[in-house]
């Protein structure tokens, strides 16, 4: 019986190690769809962060390039500079939506970013024609003006549906209308074909839903990436619970099989020490007797008849 309690346990040993290796699979898979889920998650928490202040930071870029281009002798510096610094904000923001977990969501962050720069380039136009334009400016006026509108309706169908109705509710609308005709007259240097404080309305207006669409499309990004996570870690968790369980009901399968499989059992030969019994005389049998040497008497009587 101890032979075969012995012979069973090996096999069991042998068994168990496929189910063992099954575990240790997915602890380590478990462990890294963990880790990547919360890579993402703080990815995508730190894209909202960036995003954040990147917004903060052309805002405030933005107000002092209008107040430093207030000095006519510093207007084409003023602008130079700090469109440069708002251009290297809003390239940092891109180097975050490149860094996006899937395809998708960097996409998405990307499209953002669009939004952020066509914002960008319609208050960029608006600074230009309140500081007032020249030869000089007129030309990069119009410029931005034809930069923005191209690259808001590059970026349209790349919106959501909900991005698509509040670009088309947008682009629609009468201070839209009234926007462009005053910037093309700007561009064109005639009059304005709305008084002032109209084109200021709409300019304001305008901007302000430029600035909208750029934070929903932003937030949905944010959200995806986000979900992503989510989805990530109940993967890791589902899959590692999966081969867990697989694991623990194999092992079981296999013992329960391993108790069924007949083992012949070798005896062990022990050797036993028994009595001698003597045989009877008549069982015995003649030995032939060892002759006996002559003696060295004979042999020399034997030189001498000799």
């Not at 899937?102 to 499209?111: F, I, L, P, R, V």
């Not at 910037?183 to 008084?195: I, K, Q």
Request: charged share 20%; glycine share 6%.
């Amino acid at each position: 019986m101890k032979y075969l309690r012995s012979v069973r346990g090996r096999m069991l040993c042998i068994a168990f190690v496929p189910g063992g290796a099954l575990v240790l699979v997915a602890f380590v898979i478990a462990f890294f769809l963990v880790q990547q889920a919360v890579r993402t998650s703080d990815l995508a928490m730190e894209t909202a962060g960036a995003a954040d202040r990147t917004a903060r930071a052309v805002v405030a870029l933005q107000g002092q390039r209008g107040d430093a281009m207030a000095d006519p002798l510093r207007r084409t510096e003023a602008y130079a500079t700090f469109t440069q610094r708002i251009d290297t904000a809003i390239a940092g923001l891109r180097d975050y939506a490149r860094r996006a977990p899937d395809a998708e969501s960097g996409y998405q962050q990307m499209t953002a970013v669009e939004l952020l720069s066509v914002a960008e380039g319609m208050y960029r136009a608006d600074s230009l024609a309140l500081a007032g334009l020249d030869g000089v400016t007129r030309r990069t006026f119009a410029a931005a003006v034809a930069a923005y509108r191209a690259e808001l309706a590059r970026v349209a169908p790349q919106l959501t549906e909900s991005g698509r109705t509040a670009y088309e509710s947008l682009t629609r609308s009468a201070d839209w209308s009234r926007l462009a005709a005053a910037e093309d007259a700007l561009a064109a240097a005639e009059p304005l074909p709305v008084p002032e404080s109209t084109w200021r309305s709409a300019a304001y207006t305008v901007s302000d839903q430029l600035g909208r669409l750029y934070s929903q499309q932003n937030q949905y990004a944010v959200q995806l990436t986000l979900d992503d996570g989510r989805r990530t870690l109940a993967g890791a968790i589902a899959a590692g619970t999966a081969l867990l369980l697989f694991a623990g009901l194999l092992l079981v399968v296999v013992r329960r099989l391993v108790a069924r499989v007949p083992v012949p059992v070798v005896p062990i030969m022990v050797p036993t020490v028994r009595a001698a019994i003597p045989r009877p005389r008549h069982a015995r049998s003649r030995r032939p007797r060892t002759p006996e040497p002559w003696p060295l008497k004979a042999v020399f009587d034997d030189l001498r008849r000799s």
